[in-house]
């Protein structure tokens, strides 16, 4: 799917700080962030609807989300923990009354030493 | 709360033969729509069926579907797996967020 890129692919860090890159080009007005941890489904974590934020409040606050515009989307990561290790996939829908479809990007994979 | 359930982790069938996976709900919301999403290994999850309406099939690459209100099911079905069938299927609920069940991982055997 490369109409949802996002960058890095791949990202192995000690405590440090990172940022997850996310772009969409499907003139999508809702974008979302996603973590998946081994052997679980996705769960949300944040949501941006025509760039109001919506956040799961079980998220921990060393993740800070941001929206620069409606088709970006970026995931701000200080001192990260080791169950932070996870893949991180950006999606994207339409909203309104005809729920539309959920695109997911190929998601980045973090990997916490 | 909302929730979906998805009772089988793991389905193991063989070629040619047919499956059922399970899904069951509870919403608040009369007005939702439902999802399976299939995921292949290390790749993202992709839409394979979609229903907002009530016993109404609807079908995708072999497989389907029907959105029961009833009975708060939306079961999906195939009548003859295939190898490249195998991979982890998540039913889904969706408004302004998407909720996810637990999955089930289907292996088709040769």
């Known amino acids: 799917n490369t109409k949802i890129t996002q960058s890095p692919r791949y990202l192995i860090l000690g405590r440090a700080n990172k940022s997850l890159e996310c772009e969409q080009h499907?003139?999508?007005?809702?974008m979302y962030w996603y973590k998946q941890s081994a052997e679980k489904p996705p769960e949300l974590m944040f949501l941006y609807n025509l760039k109001q934020l919506i956040r799961n409040e079980t998220v921990p606050s060393r993740f800070i989300p941001e929206c620069p515009d409606s088709s970006k989307l970026l995931l701000h990561i200080s001192a990260v923990d080791p169950e932070d290790s996870a893949v991180y996939f950006c999606a994207s829908r339409n909203r309104g009354r005809d729920t539309g479809q959920l695109y997911f990007g190929e998601g980045s994979k973090l990997t916490v030493l | 709360g909302d929730s979906v359930t998805q009772t089988e982790g793991l389905v193991t069938v063989t070629e040619g033969l047919p499956v059922m996976l399970n899904c069951t709900y509870q919403?608040?919301?009369?007005?939702?729509?439902f999802f399976w999403y299939v995921q292949y290994l290390n790749e993202a999850p992709k839409l394979l069926l979609r229903?907002?309406?009530?016993?109404k099939r609807t079908e995708h690459q072999g497989f389907h579907a029907t959105l029961h209100k009833s009975s708060s099911s939306f079961h999906l079905q195939k009548s003859s797996v295939q190898l490249s069938d195998s991979a982890l299927y998540y039913c889904a609920r969706g408004s302004w967020q998407l909720i996810f069940g637990s999955g089930t991982q289907l292996t088709v055997m040769p």
């Open positions: 229903s907002s309406t009530d016993n």
């Open positions: 499907l003139g999508h007005n809702a």
């Open positions: 919403t608040a919301y009369s007005d939702v729509a």
